[in-house]
């Protein structure tokens, strides 16, 4: 059985794995197709409007989609989103005035430039620290003070890299002759550009599948927008190929994601309050950053540049940051081993202490750990478990019912499902060959399942003590009134048309009032007990004897299909035979006799009516003198039928 789960096994992660693919390629084209639609559309609309329209307006476009979607978001995320669309908004009067500046530029020193240029020096800076405190927000609530540090630093390390190469491209323009002034009011959007696409690459490493696509869409926004805001700085003139401004195209397509991009998948949930946790391929991304930069400055002093305090400034900060974030990294590294180690130790005391038996078993079936607690409730020791495969020490007939329960659970894992534990009971071989009653509550657990195992023997021993008490008489051990009453209505169910009808017999003891009150109760009870006895072996093993009370007591007679139904006076005979003989009790010897009346079942008749009449037979073996047999008949009640037997 073993075996075959492994082999199911292997195909439902072969399947599950073929649809993650799938699906991860399905969407990596539809987000690929999505950039080409989006250029596509940008190269259109630069054609048919001016860039200096476009562009701006896209950014005003985007600004109402994020406010748009704020509507439908709550509390923290409403405010991120109407940050970022405030930083859109600023950042389209930006690009409107520094487009109305290069109009203006053959007039350099015009009042329109003197009044124009701080408006947009303005918009770029609102545009900038609104929208890089908005994802600062997002990675200071996610996450430990340690985590959302590295997270900033990580950004850091991409945009000063980024930066560094930005800068040399700018000293290369000026080395050409380009106007440097306008260039460094250009190369201000690339700034925010490469700032903001930093954070968010450092941020997509800490979100779940289902968070990224949007996170994705907008970073390849950013890189749109970068490089149509480095091209405007590089780009003489106009800057068009057959017609087309390449810069504009580029912006234009970065704000036409920019606008969807609220309305993705983790649009939304990716501003959420949640803690993050950075995988590894975010970790070692952080150092990529380091091997750009110092590759664009080598390249740049390579061809003969010249290294100035800026650029110095900013390599050097890469290479700072670098520095502080592998302390920060490994601050946090441990403080998660601290935290892992007091954590282990609670849990450790915990699963120690517990009377419980914890056991983690793997889908395939074998068993991974044992809590010690197995040698105090089982008797045997954690390591005997080790390899071993269910069903452990099972008693057979609840292997099956244990089985299903594994393997519903093992099926929902297969589906990606965490359903609600399932609750199992079954017996248990302990080591000292016993078998224990064991309660055991199966959960999902990462590496498989978990079973939660308590030893409940004392209690069902006390419910079926209870339940024998609820149905048998405490003094001679009979099954009562109740348990016979059921006994009579189970055999009338089954009765089958070809056998003899069951037959109750009526029993109450002559002259015992007599003793009992003479002698005692004790006495009484003795002598009961013992007339329990004897009835119980006058009967055949199939028959029910009971006592209903006092001095009455019951037998049930049932016959097959080759049984004479005349027999059923032969044990009244023995019955009778055996009450009557005398009884030692205590040195005294005690006689009584006993009145018994005899029903036959007919068809259709009731255990309530069968049982009436056998006790109306009885009352009339008592009238008729005691110490007799009276067989119970419809047409004549109280005609006698039996004989006393001496």
Not at 65 to 92: I, N
Not at 258 to 281: H, K
Not at 444 to 471: C, I, K, T
Request: proline share 4%.
């Amino acid at each position: 059985m073993i075996h075959e789960w492994a082999g199911r096994d292997g195909s439902d992660h072969t399947v599950h794995t073929g649809r993650l693919h799938t699906a991860w390629v399905g969407r990596g084209r539809s987000q690929v197709a999505a950039l080409v639609l989006a250029v596509a559309i940008g190269a259109a609309t630069t054609v048919l409007v001016p860039a200096g329209i476009a562009v701006p307006a896209g950014c005003w476009a985007a600004a109402v989609s994020l406010l748009a979607r704020a509507r439908t978001a709550a509390g923290r995320v409403r405010f991120r989103l109407r940050l970022f669309a405030v930083s859109e908004a600023a950042g389209g009067l930006h690009r409107l005035l520094v487009d109305q500046i290069g109009s203006s530029r053959a007039h350099s020193d015009s009042v329109l430039q003197f009044v124009i240029r701080p408006f947009a020096v303005a918009g770029i800076v609102v545009s900038l620290v609104v929208a890089v405190a908005g994802l600062v927000m997002m990675a200071a609530d996610n996450g430990t003070t340690l985590m959302w540090l590295r997270r900033l630093l990580d950004g850091w390390l991409i945009s000063g890299s980024l930066l560094t190469l930005g800068w040399i491209l700018l000293l290369d323009r000026a080395d050409r002759g380009g106007d440097l002034s306008s260039s460094l009011l250009g190369l201000a959007p690339v700034v925010m550009d490469i700032l903001l696409l930093g954070l968010l690459v450092a941020l997509r490493f800490c979100l779940n599948r289902a968070e990224r696509t949007a996170v994705t869409v907008a970073a390849s926004a950013l890189a749109l927008l970068g490089m149509g805001d480095m091209l405007r700085v590089l780009l003489p003139g106009p800057g068009t190929w057959y017609g087309i401004p390449p810069a504009a195209v580029c912006s234009m397509a970065g704000l036409l994601l920019l606008t969807v991009v609220p309305w993705l998948p983790g649009g939304v949930s990716a501003l959420g309050v949640d803690q993050r946790m950075m995988p590894v391929i975010g970790v070692v991304a952080a150092f990529v950053p380091v091997a750009v930069c110092a590759l664009a400055v080598a390249v740049h002093v390579a061809v003969g540049g010249s290294v100035d305090m800026v650029m110095s400034g900013l390599a050097g900060s890469v290479l700072l940051v670098l520095g502080v974030r592998q302390g920060v990294t490994h601050a946090d590294h441990l403080r998660i081993i601290n935290e892992s180690a007091e954590r282990e130790v609670h849990y450790r005391t915990l699963v120690d202490g517990t009377c419980d038996v914890i056991t983690i078993v793997s889908l395939e079936g074998w068993v991974l750990y044992v809590s010690p607690a197995v040698q105090q409730v089982f008797g045997y020791r954690p390591e005997e478990f080790a390899g071993a495969a269910l069903p452990l020490f099972c008693h057979p007939d609840d292997v099956e019912a244990l089985m299903q329960a594994v393997r519903t659970l093992r099926e929902e894992a297969g589906s990606g499902i965490r359903g609600r534990g399932r609750r199992v009971s079954c017996r248990v071989q302990a080591a000292d060959g016993q078998w224990r009653h064991v309660e055991s509550t199966i959960s999902h657990h990462p590496r498989g399942m978990v079973f939660v195992s308590r030893d409940v023997s004392d209690r069902v021993a006390q419910l079926a003590q209870l339940e024998h008490l609820a149905f048998h008489d405490a003094l001679t051990g009979l099954p009562n009134r109740a348990l016979f009453a059921d006994r009579v209505a189970h055999a009338l169910r089954k009765r089958a048309a070809s056998a003899a009808p069951p037959v109750v017999l009526f029993v109450d003891l002559d002259g015992f009032k007599a003793i009992n009150d003479s002698a005692g109760h004790a006495a009484g009870d003795a002598l009961l007990a013992h007339a329990a006895g004897r009835l119980k072996a006058s009967v055949r093993a199939g028959d029910t004897v009971a006592r209903l009370g006092g001095d009455e007591f019951a037998a049930l007679l049932e016959w097959d299909a080759e049984t004479d139904p005349s027999s059923a006076q032969e044990v009244a005979q023995r019955i009778l035979a055996a009450l009557t003989r005398p009884y030692r009790l205590s040195d005294r010897k005690m006689v009584v006799s006993a009145s018994i009346g005899m029903a036959v079942a007919d068809p259709g008749i009731t255990p309530q009516k069968l049982l009436h009449h056998a006790d109306l037979a009885m009352y009339a073996a008592k009238a008729a003198g005691k110490g007799r047999i009276h067989m119970h008949h419809p047409q004549q009640p109280h005609a006698r039928t039996g004989t006393l037997n001496h």
